[in-house]
C-alpha cells in the first residue's frame, strides 16, 4: 500500500510525540528550580507575567494533556495482544506503581524547600488513578468510554461553583476529584492535590477511545486525516468558545496599550483542573503533531525525541532527580540568596540550564531506551 507505515513506526510517532513533551516539561521544571519564589498564578495574569515565561508555560501546557492522552491510546495498544483482565491488571499494577513513585519518592525530593512536608499529588500520582480507573472502564462499550470521556472533559467547569472547605465530610474526596487545595494529614504532613482527576480522567478515556485509530489494518493515510480533522476541529472549537467567552474558563479581556499581552491573556487558561479551554488547543495541537510525526517519522529529529518517548519514566524520574542534586548544590554552595532557598535573578539562566541539560539527559535516557527494547524479557522494564 503506497505510503503504509509499519507498527514501529507508528509507536515511534507516538514515542516523539510522548518525547516532545518530556523535553518541553523540562524547561517548566527548571523553571521551578531556579526561580522558586517568582509566583506563576494559575492561569498566569497577562498585566504582570514576564513574556518570555508566558510563552514558555504556554508551550509547556501541551506536556500533561499530550502525556496523559497517549497513556489512554497506549493501554489500547497493550489491551490488542492481551486478554481485558490481563489489561486491567496491568493498568492496576501500573497505576499503584505510579502513585508509590509519587508518594514515596518525587514528593520527598522537594522537602526541605516546601515550608513543611508535602505530599504533592501530581501529574504521576494523577495518571496511576487514572490508570487503575481506566482498568475498570475498558470493559465499557466504546460508545459508553466516548460519551463519558466527553461528559467529564466538557461538562466539569460546570462543577466550578462548588467548593467545599476543610473539615466539611466531603471535602477531601473533592479535592482529589475536582478541587484543587490542601488536604492536612496527621503527624504535620499535608497532600496537595495538584491534579485533579476527574478532567484527566475524562482525557484518558478518550485517548484509549482513539487506540483503534493505530491499529495495523487502518491505512496510515485515513489515520493522519482522522487526526488533522481531529485537531483541527479542537483548535477552532476552542477559538470560537474563548473568542466570545462562551464558556469553558475565565473570560479574557484586552490588556490596554499592549498586543502581546493581551495574547497571553487569550492563551492563558486554568490548568488545575485543566478547563475545556485548556484542553481543546493542547489536545488539537497534539493530535496535529502526531499526524506530522507519523508522516515525517524517519527524520533525525523525530527519531532523537522518539528516545526520550521511549522510556518516559526513567527521563521523568532522572530530570527530576538531577535538578534537585543541582538546587541543594547551589544552596549548599553559595547559601540562600532570598530568605531561606536559593534562586537566580533572570530567566535567562533558566534557558541556559535547558541548552546544557538536554545532551548530559539524553545519553543515559537513549541507554535504557535501548535496554528495554533488547531486553523484552525483563517486565518490569515496562513499567519505565
Not at 506536556?63 to 495498544?77: K, R
Not at 491488571?89 to 522537602?111: E, N, Q, T
Not at 498586543?259 to 483542573?273: E, H, N, Q
Not at 489536545?283 to 510525526?293: D, K, M
Request: with cysteine.
Amino acid at each position: 500500500m503506497a505510503g503504509a507505515t509499519t507498527p514501529h513506526t507508528r509507536l515511534q510517532s507516538i514515542d516523539a510525540l510522548r518525547g516532545l513533551a518530556m523535553v518541553l516539561m523540562l524547561l517548566d521544571h527548571l523553571r521551578e528550580t531556579w526561580l522558586v519564589l517568582v509566583p506563576m498564578p494559575d492561569p498566569v495574569d497577562p498585566r504582570t507575567v514576564l513574556p518570555a515565561m508566558a510563552v514558555a508555560r504556554f508551550v509547556a501546557s501541551f506536556c500533561a494533556p499530550v502525556f496523559v492522552a497517549l497513556t489512554g491510546v497506549a493501554a489500547c495498544l497493550f489491551g490488542v495482544g492481551h486478554t481485558p483482565r490481563e489489561t486491567a491488571s496491568f493498568l492496576v499494577r501500573r497505576g499503584l506503581l505510579l502513585m508509590a513513585i509519587d508518594l514515596l519518592y518525587l514528593s520527598p525530593l522537594y522537602w526541605g524547600v516546601a515550608p513543611q512536608p508535602t505530599f504533592w499529588l501530581q501529574v504521576i500520582w494523577c495518571l496511576g488513578l487514572c490508570m487503575i480507573l481506566l482498568a475498570g472502564a475498558i470493559r465499557l462499550p466504546r460508545g459508553a468510554r466516548i460519551a463519558l470521556g466527553l461528559v467529564l472533559v466538557c461538562g466539569h467547569n460546570l462543577l466550578d461553583p462548588i467548593r467545599l472547605q476543610p473539615g466539611d465530610a466531603l471535602f477531601p474526596a473533592w479535592a482529589l476529584l475536582h478541587q484543587r487545595d490542601v488536604i492536612a494529614l496527621p503527624f504535620g504532613f499535608v497532600a496537595k492535590t495538584t491534579y485533579p482527576i476527574l478532567p484527566w480522567m475524562g482525557v484518558m478515556l478518550l485517548g484509549h477511545a482513539i487506540g483503534p485509530w493505530f491499529g495495523r489494518d487502518v491505512d496510515p493515510v485515513v489515520r493522519r486525516r482522522r487526526l488533522v480533522g481531529l485537531g483541527v476541529g479542537m483548535i477552532a472549537a476552542f477559538l470560537v468558545l474563548r473568542a466570545f467567552n462562551l464558556y469553558g474558563d475565565a473570560p479574557w479581556s484586552v490588556v490596554d496599550g499592549s498586543a502581546l499581552r493581551t495574547v497571553i491573556g487569550f492563551v492563558s487558561m486554568t490548568k488545575y483542573p485543566p478547563s475545556l479551554l485548556f484542553l481543546l488547543p493542547t489536545l488539537g495541537g497534539g493530535a496535529l503533531l502526531l499526524a506530522l510525526f507519523e508522516r515525517r517519522g524517519q527524520s533525525r529529529a523525530i527519531r532523537a525525541l522518539a528516545v526520550f518517548g521511549g522510556a518516559p519514566m526513567f527521563f521523568y524520574l532522572l530530570h527530576l532527580t538531577v535538578l534537585r542534586l543541582l538546587y541543594h548544590g547551589a544552596l549548599a554552595w553559595w547559601g540562600p540568596t532570598h530568605g531561606t532557598v536559593f534562586m537566580v535573578g533572570d530567566y535567562g539562566w533558566v534557558l541556559a540550564w535547558y541548552g546544557a541539560l538536554i545532551l548530559p539527559l539524553y545519553l543515559p535516557t537513549a541507554w535504557f531506551s535501548r535496554l528495554k527494547q533488547r531486553r523484552r524479557d525483563i517486565a518490569w522494564l515496562r513499567f519505565f
